[in-house]
């Protein structure tokens, strides 16, 4: 999907932070059921009961809409996080690897994978299109990258052990965004077991 052209968007009115608010809650509803056709502004102004002409108005063009998606799932980002409660590099590993498998089922985490399946990708095709969607999906990947690392935040540790804790927070959101699509599509392998293996490897890792 191509970027509209774009159109300068008004400051809504009462009316139209109604409009905005309708279009975002629509999509999020349809994006969570994960199905990639379900990225179409006009399938979701259809939805709303709303117009095309609504969605450039209040948006500007479908970059600034898809981002403006993306933006709602930031703001959710830190309800949908946990304060750690082991004293145990070993239970950190697990509570964080946990938390995340949870958020990677919410309807938020699935809304915003779906965005990443029914747009142009990888990141680069997709910042020549949707330059403003590009730049929010790649803070909300910074941003959970930075919830991981604080979770060990008030460890003791040295230099390297923060090192560590980026590489596991990296190993971590991609291999488990990985089991997730398998449970997802469904596969012979035994993924429970496979994230055990995974908490195991990484809480080595950072033990260092």
Do not use: C
Request: zero cysteines; glycine letters at 8%.
């Amino acid at each position: 999907m191509s970027a509209t052209p774009a159109a300068t968007p008004r400051k809504p009115n009462r009316r139209g932070v109604a409009a905005r608010e309708k279009l975002l809650s629509t999509a999020m509803d349809m994006l969570a059921t994960g199905r990639p056709e379900t990225v179409s502004i006009n399938m979701v102004a259809k939805e709303a009961g709303l117009s095309w002409g609504s969605v450039q108005n209040l948006f500007g063009d479908s970059d600034g809409f898809w981002s403006s998606v993306v933006d709602l799932v930031i703001e959710a980002g830190p309800g949908l996080w946990a304060e750690p409660q082991s004293d145990t590099v070993a239970g950190r590993v697990r509570e964080v690897a946990e938390l995340y498998r949870g958020v990677l089922a919410s309807p938020y985490a699935v809304a915003l994978e779906t965005v990443r399946w029914g747009l142009p990708r990888p990141l680069d095709v997709l910042a020549e299109t949707h330059p403003k969607t590009a730049a929010s999906l790649t803070r909300a990947d910074e941003l959970w990258s930075e919830a991981f690392v604080s979770f060990f935040a008030d460890m003791d540790g040295s230099a390297a052990r923060e090192e560590r804790a980026r590489d596991v927070a990296t190993v971590l959101q991609s291999a488990l965004r990985g089991m997730h699509a398998d449970q997802r599509f469904g596969t012979p392998l035994d993924v429970d077991r496979a994230f055990t293996t995974l908490v195991d490897s990484l809480t080595a890792h950072l033990e260092g």
